[in-house]
């Protein structure tokens, strides 16, 4: 029912011109701070993806961020300080909601004395996660330590009825970013609307 809740309270403030994300956000590191302040940073997607043209939309607002939190910008991977990775994707699976409804029932002497009966039916819907996640590896290992393993893992998820990822996609970024390289130890919520400065910045951008 909290997700019913949550996805009704989406949908009515689409319906009055606003619309409102509620994005999970984890972060992962077994330090506190795996990545250096105003390190040079390499970008690529991980893995195929069907939409190249939209990957490359990806990365160019995630190098748009890297900048905004005082990063250098490198496209020689070979030279950058760390490596970043990222993909975006939409999983769905079926939840079981409930609708209340009255309805007419006859009395002891037929439907001259009705009452009324209120009841539950359950509903099977469509529900859509749409995700990011961003994975950042040190380009310069030192010791035991290896290049294929991430330093730092971040993850922004959210749910809706329907999935649009082109613009959610805005959101799980404003999401991740709020924690970048940081070790959450915890799922954090964040409830983000259209009219939210960072919003606007990173939808403008292109």
Same mark, same amino acid.
């Given at each position: ?102 309805? $007419? *029932? /006859? !009395?002891? %002497?037929?439907?001259? #004395?009705? =009452?009324?009966? &209120? ?5 099977? +819907? ?30 922004? $998820? *959210? /749910? !809706?009825? %329907?999935?649009?990822? #082109?613009? =959610?996609?805005? &959101? ?5 970013? +709020? ?28």
């Amino acid at each position: 029912m909290k997700n019913f809740t949550l996805v009704m309270g989406v949908l009515l403030l689409g319906i009055g011109g606003c619309r409102s994300y509620d994005v999970r956000v984890n972060g992962f590191s077994e330090v506190p701070r795996p990545i250096m302040d105003r390190a040079s940073m390499y970008v690529t997607a991980d893995g195929n993806s069907h939409n190249p043209l939209f990957v490359k939309e990806v990365k160019a607002k995630i190098e748009y961020l890297l900048s905004q939190h005082g990063y250098a910008l490198n496209a020689d991977e070979s030279k950058a300080d760390y490596r970043l990775t990222f993909k975006v994707g939409v999983a769905s699976h079926l939840v079981t909601n409930y609708s209340d409804s009255y309805f $007419a *029932t /006859s !009395g002891a %002497y037929g439907w001259n #004395r009705m =009452g009324y009966s &209120y009841s539950y039916f359950p509903t099977l +819907e469509m529900l859509y996660d749409e995700l990011l996640t961003i994975k950042v590896f040190d380009n310069r290992p030192v010791g035991t330590a290896k290049a294929d393993v991430p330093v730092w893992i971040g993850e922004a $998820a *959210t /749910s !809706g009825y %329907y999935a649009n990822v #082109r613009e =959610g996609v805005n &959101y799980l970024l404003v999401g991740v970013f +709020e924690y970048f390289g940081q070790n959450t130890k915890k799922q954090y919520e964040m409830d983000i609307n259209s009219d939210d400065p960072r919003i606007k910045r990173i939808a403008a951008y292109k």
